[in-house]
């Protein structure tokens, strides 16, 4: 007969935090969200950290290179899809590595024939206001002006009209050259009271901008996640399949860390892969495996493939419907808290620390907090940075209401069958995720801001000033279904609600 375990398989809304002891050394600027993503030793610290302990998945519908940079900017990291080919991954990476926090490719531009309806659509597209008026409409080809909301009317002028009757010609701009340096550029952009500096080449041809905007962002990011040469940081996925090949190429490009991504990483396919990248390439890189969902998957992982971190979750991402086709998983605490104690039981009998990172299924803040509070080292998210302006997708609206795709890499969109299957067939027989649609949240950085401080205020509640302290000392209870009717708002009626009801 099967084993049947005596447990239930639990999730992270079932459980609460009690507060400790909060002491004046409690404040958020005392607290570090340093987070481990690299095996270490005992007697050597912590190896390669993120600076806020939250990653994005490597999945089509979220990571690419822009949320990379912007997810890179706040301290945490992006994982850049396999499921593309070798090239276009390789590319992503370098995007990310060639990026030069200030100076930005410009994405909107048109030639001065475009009219004033195609400036909207753009602007719209985009949401950038400043729009570069080049000869061709191309973004490297010969500047002649730049063209912002303040040149025009929209419910004013007449939207036919073209754009060269409104741009602000060059002989107007002031310029940087390309080789000058940010700290140059800015120094103009302060002295001229301008919004932005076109930079371009002797010919005149544009190649970045910089805006002033920028100046205080890079100044209000001080947990940026950068290399040891100050460029940002990024991760990138290897399937079990090509891994030899792609992280080569990967590597060439400049990526920091790689994951095998795989729904079930309890096997010799991860193993294999993971032992012959390490013999390659030696302890120069950081790889993870994954994703397991028990004790003894972790130390395999651990202890016989000699990964660096260890993913966790199989079946709880918002997308995926594992666990209704296979009837395989595990609640997604039920997973963490195994698989924490595991870790921390490896790390005594050893002296090695090998991070875990919740994979999957946080649909709130407060479950990353949880989840954090639980053992997790670091938390993955998908859904979470889908519905952000910076994951690859296009807006849509529907019913006045904004939305953005998301897609599983198990489905038939994503046909990201490597991740799921180890048969040789190249048939597919049935789908692990959906195709869907999730509410648009926004910009990204004002979204994870308010999580970070959620999370600080939690921390500070316990009495703790580190993530580590945070495993040590949370103290967690199960919550009665009743409780969880206690945590909501009680015996109030709330005024959306009211006026919804009244429509
Ligand atoms: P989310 O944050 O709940 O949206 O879950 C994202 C996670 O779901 C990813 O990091 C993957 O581990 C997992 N995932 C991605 N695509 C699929 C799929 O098609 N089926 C099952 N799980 C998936």
Redesign the pocket.
């Known amino acids: 007969m099967a084993i049947i375990l005596d447990e239930i398989s639990r999730t992270f809304q079932e459980y609460l935090l009690l507060p400790g002891c909060t002491t004046t050394e409690h404040t958020h600027d005392k607290i570090s969200l340093k987070a481990p993503i690299q095996r270490y030793h005992k007697s050597e610290g912590m190896k390669a950290k993120l600076n806020i302990p939250i990653v994005s998945?490597a999945?089509q519908a979220v990571t690419g290179s822009k949320l990379s940079v912007a997810l890179a900017r706040k301290g945490g990291c992006g994982f850049i899809f396999c499921s593309q080919s070798i090239e276009d991954q390789a590319k992503m990476v370098r995007q990310v590595k060639e990026h030069k926090a200030g100076f930005v490719e410009s994405d909107s531009n048109l030639s001065p024939s475009a009219t004033l309806a195609d400036v909207i659509e753009l602007r719209n597209k985009t949401g950038h206001s400043t729009i570069a008026i080049t000869e061709d409409g191309g973004k490297h080809s010969k500047l002649l002006g730049l063209l912002t909301s303040k040149d025009f009317w929209e419910f004013k002028d007449d939207l036919s009209k073209p754009v060269s009757e409104y741009y602000t010609p060059s002989e107007k701009l002031i310029f940087g050259e390309v080789g000058i340096s940010l700290q140059e550029a800015t120094d103009k952009l302060w002295q001229s009271k301008k919004e932005c500096l076109p930079i371009i080449d002797k010919n005149g041809a544009l190649h970045s901008l910089v805006f002033r905007k920028d100046f205080y962002d890079h100044k209000t990011n001080p947990d940026e996640l950068t290399d040891d040469k100050k460029k940002l940081f990024v991760g990138a996925a290897l399937n079990t399949y090509d891994y030899m090949d792609r992280a080569g190429s990967l590597i060439e490009a400049g990526v920091d860390v790689m994951v095998l991504d795989s729904?079930d990483g309890y096997g010799e396919w991860q193993k294999n892969a993971a032992l012959e990248l390490r013999e390659e390439y030696g302890s120069d890189i950081i790889l993870g495996g994954g994703?397991v969902v028990t004790a003894e998957a972790f130390r395999y992982l651990a202890d016989v493939a000699k990964v660096d971190f260890v993913k966790v979750?199989i079946g709880?991402?918002?997308?995926?419907i594992?666990r209704e086709q296979k009837g395989i998983g595990r609640g997604q605490a039920s997973s963490v808290m195994e698989v924490a104690k595991e870790r921390d039981k490896y790390f005594q009998e050893t002296g090695h620390y090998i991070p875990i990172c919740s994979?999957?299924?946080?649909s709130s803040d407060t479950q990353i907090i949880i989840a954090l509070a639980m053992g997790a080292d670091f938390v993955?998210?998908?859904?979470?940075f889908a519905m952000t302006s910076e994951s690859p997708t296009p807006k849509i609206s529907h019913k006045g209401r904004v939305y953005k795709p998301y897609w599983?890499?198990?489905?038939n969109r994503a046909r990201n069958w490597q991740r799921y299957s180890q048969s040789s067939s190249k048939t597919l027989t049935f789908e692990?995720?959906v195709d869907a649609y999730v509410p648009y949240s926004g910009n990204m950085s004002e979204t994870l801001d308010v999580t970070v401080l959620k999370l600080k205020s939690t921390m500070s509640n316990v009495g703790v000033n580190s993530l580590n302290d945070f495993h040590k000392n949370a103290k967690l209870v199960r919550v009665s279904e009743m409780t969880l009717v206690e945590s909501g708002t009680g015996s109030v009626e709330q005024l959306d609600r009211i006026l919804s009801e009244e429509k």
Not at 316 to 320: K, L, Q, R
Not at 380 to 384: A, F
Not at 408 to 411: K, N, Q
Request: net charge negative; with cysteine; hydrophobic share 20%.
């Open positions: 998945s999945m729904s994703n979750g709880g991402g918002s997308i995926c594992t994979d999957g299924g946080l993955m998210m998908g859904r979470y599983g890499e198990g489905s692990e995720g």
